[in-house]
């Protein structure tokens, strides 16, 4: 990889261990896809949950944030994707001391690096929507899908150490999504259904990423004749990039790349893949579950914007869960400060359902909540999480908000 | 039985040798495994019951989930993991996960698909370096 003078410096330990690890951490990425330089990043993001990290990684972040404040902090704005924990509530959820104390080590660490603990997966809609352009290095695919198809930003899927070295240094190695020619369409797909919910948005995203199933396909979708708004957006994005590893999609008409189909691909050269109404009833169908006990209902992943804790807080007014079945809804700071601010928080949680701060369900020692709390029958609108959740010794059902908070009520599935 | 030889693209991690374990299915360590167990846990994973530990591992691609780039590493320190990954095509976290990790990760082979020219069971050496996949005699046939 061709380097400048700077970047030389680092790579040699001129300033500092982190940054020489960083250096070198990306110059074997960037050689494993054949990136010739680097391109300088605006802003990182980092998904850097204790479950994931494990003592290794909270170690490996430690032994950072022990060097001097000049070899550690950031160079560019860096925050968090959600935490593992939150801490007004771990205990409640089962979640153990030893799981707490690594979370606060990892926070530390984080801090002593000058990395701003905003703990969110929708930091594009509550902290700084990147611009058209923008190079960037974020973490979590929910949050890249998003910022490169609806906002036009340059991001690969950056891991956590990809972001740290990123964040260490201000730049990523120039490959994938950072290159004009990567992000014209390959695949082509004409929608013929009506998307009438949240989940039905994410259920599309699902069935559209499955078909494309590859980081290095970029599918264009024709078709869609709502105007869909950042929530659909999120939830479409999230469940294609969980199913497909997908990180950038062109909806003609609708999205900054896609003014037409000409603009993103030769129409000429790609035929159109058609997804009817029964794909999508069928993709709802497969999780099966109905008349059993719901053990949990969980609005996570991501995490809930306003609008949604409002709609959720709307639902719930009045009402009672079953006693045996939990109801879970995660956001981010931002939004549960709003929420707490305008009573929406009161309203959800006077029904016996809980409000998580900073974190994210399946981020959160899942499979070890699941066995204390002995949550088995999972419901929720993300498509995403029930493409996660199984793999934790959870049973997923799928269904838009009203029916997982009425089922939540009757305590089985409705 | 004459070894054969896959070129590869240049991966990264050392250069290992091991027990292939293939699948046409794909990967996320999130997603797919009961880490603390080293087995495949999620139930639609076509390995799905098999310990993935000290295994070469072959997969289509790799799907969803940032989580993977930490989780080689920590799967690593508690000497619960691959000893190597192949792929057909891998996606950016997959490999800067096997890069934090040191862990042997390969992809782009020449001569087709990789889930195809490997079979479950056979002797696999790895060599990142250079981009070389070597089968260093056939295994029993694979059941996958």
Redesign the interface.
């Known amino acids: 990889m061709k380097l400048n003078a700077e970047e030389e410096a680092m790579l040699n330990g001129e300033q500092g261990e982190p940054r020489r690890w960083a250096m070198e951490?990306m110059m074997?990425?960037g050689?494993?896809?054949d990136a010739e330089d680097f391109v300088e990043v605006t802003q990182a993001h980092i998904?850097?949950?204790t479950?994931?990290?494990?003592?290794?990684?909270v170690k490996?972040l430690e032994g950072i944030a022990a060097c001097t404040p000049a070899e550690r902090q950031v160079r560019i704005p860096m925050i968090t994707?959600p935490r593992g924990i939150d801490f007004c509530h771990y205990q409640r959820l089962r979640q153990t001391e030893l799981m707490a104390s690594l979370e606060q080590r990892a926070i530390d660490a984080f801090e002593a690096m000058g990395i701003l603990m905003t703990n969110t997966c929708i930091n594009y809609q509550t902290i700084m929507p990147p611009v058209r352009g923008e190079h960037l290095a974020f973490?979590?695919?929910g949050v890249v899908i998003y910022c490169n198809s609806v906002l036009g930003a340059y991001s690969?899927?950056?891991?956590?150490?990809?972001s740290l070295a990123a964040g260490l240094t201000g730049r990523t190695p120039r490959?994938?999504l950072h290159l004009d020619q990567n992000r014209r369409a390959t695949r082509r797909f004409r929608v013929d259904c009506e998307l009438r919910s949240l989940s039905d948005w994410g259920a599309l995203g699902g069935i559209l990423?499955a078909r494309t199933?590859?980081?290095?396909e970029v599918p264009v979708i024709e078709g869609i004749d709502s105007q869909p708004g950042s929530d659909e957006m999120k939830h479409m994005g999230a469940a294609m990039?969980?199913?497909?590893?997908?990180p950038l999609f062109h909806l003609v008409g609708i999205t900054p790349e896609a003014p037409t189909l000409e603009t993103v691909c030769d129409p000429d050269n790609l035929v159109a893949e058609t997804i009817t109404a029964s794909d999508l009833d069928a993709f709802f169908t497969r999780y099966g579950g109905k008349g059993e006990k719901v053990d949990v209902v969980v609005f996570s992943a991501p995490q809930l914007s306003l609008l949604e804790m409002q709609s959720l807080a709307e639902l719930l007014d009045d009402k009672h869960l079953h006693p045996d079945t939990s109801l879970l809804a995660c956001t981010s700071p931002v939004v549960a400060a709003d929420a707490r601010r305008l009573g929406l928080v009161e309203r959800i949680e006077a029904s016996g359902a809980l409000v998580l701060e900073g974190m994210c369900f399946?981020?959160s020692y899942a499979?070890e909540m699941g066995e204390a709390n002995g949550w088995k029958r999972l419901m929720t609108n993300s498509v995403k999480l029930t493409?996660?959740i199984?793999?934790?010794?959870y049973e997923p059902t799928l269904s838009n908000m009203e029916n997982c908070v009425a089922s939540a009520i009757a305590g089985e599935v409705l | 039985m004459q070894n054969i030889e896959l070129v590869c693209h240049v991966g990264v991690g050392p250069t290992v040798t091991g027990e292939a374990l293939v699948t046409d299915d794909n990967f996320s360590a999130r997603y797919d495994l009961d880490r603390i167990a080293g087995i495949f846990s999620r139930p639609q994973h076509k390995l799905v019951g098999y310990s993935y530990v000290d295994k070469i591992m072959v997969f289509n691609t790799a799907k969803g989930g940032v989580a993977s780039a930490w989780m080689l590493h920590e799967m690593k320190s508690r000497g619960i993991a691959p000893r190597a990954i192949l792929f057909n095509n891998v996606n950016p976290i997959l490999a800067q996960g096997a890069a934090l990790a040191d862990m042997a990760m390969c992809d782009r082979f020449a001569d087709g698909d990789v889930t195809r020219l490997i079979k479950t069971g056979d002797q696999v050496t790895v060599n990142p370096g250079i981009g070389m996949v070597t089968i260093n005699h056939a295994g029993k046939a694979g059941k996958h």
């Open positions: 951490h074997r990425v050689r494993f896809f998904m850097a949950d479950e994931s990290l494990g003592e290794a990684g490996f994707d973490g979590d695919t690969n899927f950056e891991g956590g150490p990809s490959y994938g990423g199933g590859s980081y290095w990039a969980s199913f497909g590893s997908v399946y981020q499979r493409n996660i199984g793999g934790y010794g």
